[in-house]
């Protein structure tokens, strides 16, 4: 356990995420170049960030989906039904 939290450590150090330009392609190469690593350190960590980035995207795809439901008076407190009554009555629309 203590090896592979060792392990993530050095990939997480040697290769921040602040610190990744994502303006520009990065590849494995671009990577190894500019963080001085090697291959499998900039394989992994890019794949890390990349499998990190698709579940935060299925994430918010599942959480902002708001189930609506059609307006109904029925389902109302009386408070409402009384405000909606006096809506109606002001403007000619009727709510229900």
């Known amino acids: 356990m203590q090896e592979a939290d060792a392990n993530l450590f050095v990939m997480y150090a ?13 590849t494995v190469k671009s990577i190894m170049d500019e963080f001085h690593v090697n291959r499998d350190l900039a394989y992994t ?3 890390d960030i990349r499998t990190k980035t ?15 439901s059609p307006f109904s008076l029925d389902k109302c407190c009386d408070e409402t039904k009384r ?4 809506l109606s009555r002001q403007t000619g629309v009727k709510y229900f």
Do not use: L
């Not at 921040?16 to 392609?25: E, L, R, V, Y």
């Not at 698709?54 to 609506?68: G, I, L, S």
């Not at 405000?83 to 006096?86: K, L, N």
């Open 14 to 26: 040697s290769i921040p995420f602040h610190m990744i330009d994502f303006s520009k392609a990065n």
């Open 45 to 47: 960590r890019i794949e």
């Open 54 to 68: 698709f579940f935060e995207q299925q994430r918010r795809r599942q959480q902002y989906h708001p189930v609506f």
């Open 83 to 86: 405000i909606m009554g006096q």
